[in-house]
């Protein structure tokens, strides 16, 4: 799945203008908060946000300011589940994740060494990547996947946890983003 199919995907599962009372990010099109949407020079009314301008914050948010694209030369499926959480949860936060995984699975920095875990998805992280991926194959990358998975919807349980009216998004946040 390229990037291009990732950002469509997400504005497929993320649907048209919603305004849920339950949503902290308030007025959303397309997924995008009203204020991301301000914050990118768009001042019109959010149910005329025009799907064009949708996708080119999702690809200059959540695709290269974090740095995803650069992790989509060494793994398109690692890349994709990255903007999807980014999205979701903000670029740092599957940043993290992608760190914590890797020194999970470095061998007590056998491997390779150990990540700072910022968020920060520059050289370090990509080298790792490079490294888990050359020792692991196609299989490691599989189950990169499932630990990324796995700490985004430990991380939606804790989100209801912390705010009740994140319950009303549980049931769909497992179903739709986590694999």
Same mark, same amino acid.
């Given at each position: 799945?390229?990037?291009?199919?990732?950002?469509?995907?997400?504005?497929?599962?993320?649907?048209?203008?919603?305004?849920?009372?339950?949503?902290?990010?308030?007025?959303?099109?397309?997924?995008?908060? *009203?204020?991301?949407?301000?914050?990118?020079?768009?001042?019109?009314?959010?149910?005329?946000?025009?799907?064009?301008?949708?996708?080119? *914050?999702?690809?200059?948010?959540?695709? *290269?300011?974090?740095?995803?694209?650069?992790?989509?030369?060494?793994?398109?499926?690692?890349?994709?589940?990255?903007?999807?959480?980014?999205?979701?949860?903000?670029?740092?936060?599957?940043?993290?994740?992608?760190?914590?995984?890797?020194?999970?699975?470095?061998?007590?920095?056998?491997?390779?060494?150990?990540?700072?875990?910022?968020?920060?998805?520059?050289?370090?992280?990509?080298?790792?990547?490079?490294?888990?991926?050359?020792?692991?194959?196609?299989?490691?990358?599989?189950?990169?996947?499932?630990?990324?998975?796995?700490?985004?919807?430990?991380?939606?349980?804790?989100?209801?946890?912390?705010?009740?009216?994140?319950?009303?998004?549980?049931?769909?946040?497992?179903?739709?983003?986590?694999?």
């Amino acid at each position: 799945m390229s990037i291009d199919d990732v950002i469509e995907e997400i504005i497929r599962v993320e649907g048209g203008y919603v305004n849920d009372s339950r949503d902290a990010g308030g007025e959303t099109k397309y997924g995008i908060t *009203i204020a991301t949407a301000r914050a990118n020079g768009y001042s019109g009314p959010m149910r005329d946000l025009p799907k064009s301008l949708a996708i080119e *914050i999702y690809r200059r948010q959540y695709v *290269i300011a974090p740095g995803f694209d650069k992790i989509g030369a060494l793994s398109q499926p690692i890349a994709a589940e990255l903007v999807d959480t980014g999205v979701n949860m903000g670029p740092t936060v599957a940043g993290r994740f992608l760190q914590r995984a890797l020194n999970a699975l470095n061998n007590q920095g056998r491997s390779w060494p150990d990540l700072v875990v910022d968020g920060a998805v520059g050289a370090k992280t990509r080298e790792a990547l490079a490294a888990y991926l050359q020792q692991r194959g196609r299989e490691g990358e599989a189950v990169l996947l499932k630990a990324l998975n796995a700490l985004q919807a430990v991380r939606y349980i804790e989100l209801a946890e912390a705010r009740a009216a994140n319950e009303a998004f549980v049931y769909g946040w497992l179903r739709t983003r986590v694999a």
